[in-house]
């Protein structure tokens, strides 16, 4: 294993775990993830839940993926996870959220520039 595929597996598995540890945090409390001076109500309670329902297993699946380094596995799941990502920071955008701007767009970086290199190593 070369020293960038070490470091791409370390990138994007840090960046899927990031975002299932925000979905966690988020479902707990989803206060965080709002704009400030907005409520919680029992549907944004309802869709944090949602939400860490699935980018749960999407982050096992990106880890699992990048540790049996199976590239015709690792390319999709990467570009899903990033364009994931990407719409994570366009919804922050439209929420005035600049936490969720930053670490998404970050995460969408991450695994948008992974991506490539696995199709082609």
């Excluded at 925000?22 to 949602?50: C, I």
């Excluded at 990048?66 to 990407?86: E, H, K, T």
């Amino acid at each position: 294993m070369s020293a960038v595929e070490t470091m791409l597996i370390a990138a994007n598995a840090a960046a899927a775990l990031a975002a299932g540890a925000s979905s966690v945090l988020g479902a707990a409390r989803p206060g965080l993830m709002l704009a400030s001076g907005e409520t919680v109500t029992s549907g944004v309670d309802f869709y944090a839940r949602v939400y860490a329902i699935r980018a749960i297993p999407l982050s096992i699946a990106v880890v699992a993926v990048l540790l049996v380094a199976d590239a015709s596995a690792v390319v999709p799941l990467l570009v899903v996870a990033g364009v994931i990502q990407a719409g994570d920071a366009a919804l922050g955008v439209l929420r005035r959220v600049p936490g969720m701007v930053a670490g998404a767009s970050v995460l969408a970086v991450v695994h948008l520039l992974s991506a490539p290199w696995y199709a082609t190593h």
